[in-house]
């Protein structure tokens, strides 16, 4: 498994991963929008920064992740380039997790604590977008937690 654990600056409400390609356009729910060649996930975030975590799978999970989901659904046979990343607003990426080019199968989770979760590592990347005030509240603890995990589809 290889995966990148990031905080993106949400803004306007969204995170924006790409890129995603569906044979079929699956339908928006309100929490996932399909808007063209990726996903928009719409994030309530207080802090203005979620943890997101890209997760590639060498299968599919055989269970979901320990923990409390608020959210759960998986979208089948998609195509990805060589890398998935979530973009900041003007699409430059924030993080991004390469994967070998090919069809897959995506789980997308999401969860909102009422407590802030203190987690194992700091994040990895931290979105270029902020200016130097934006970083001195990136301190604040996450609400919001995606979790993306990605395996190959065997359609």
């Not at 890129?19 to 729910?29: A, E």
């Not at 920064?49 to 590639?56: G, I, N």
């Not at 194992?120 to 902020?130: A, G, L, N, R, V």
């Amino acid at each position: 498994m290889s995966y990148v654990d990031l905080r993106p600056s949400v803004q306007y409400g969204t995170i924006d991963v790409g890129t995603i390609v569906f044979s079929q356009r699956p339908h928006d729910d309100g929490v996932v929008v399909v808007p063209g060649a990726g996903i928009r996930l719409n994030s309530d975030d207080p802090s203005a920064c979620p943890a997101v975590r890209l997760e590639h799978l060498s299968q599919a999970p055989e269970n979901t992740p320990p923990g409390h989901w608020d959210y759960q659904r998986s979208l089948l046979g998609v195509t990805l380039g060589d890398k998935v990343s979530v973009l900041s607003l003007f699409g430059d990426p924030v993080g991004q997790l390469e994967l070998p080019n090919g069809r897959y199968d995506l789980r997308l989770l999401m969860r909102r604590d009422d407590v802030p979760v203190h987690e194992e590592d700091p994040p990895q990347f931290i979105d270029p977008t902020y200016d130097e005030d934006e970083l001195d509240d990136i301190d604040e603890e996450p609400v919001e937690h995606w979790l993306i995990q990605f395996w190959p589809s065997i359609d």
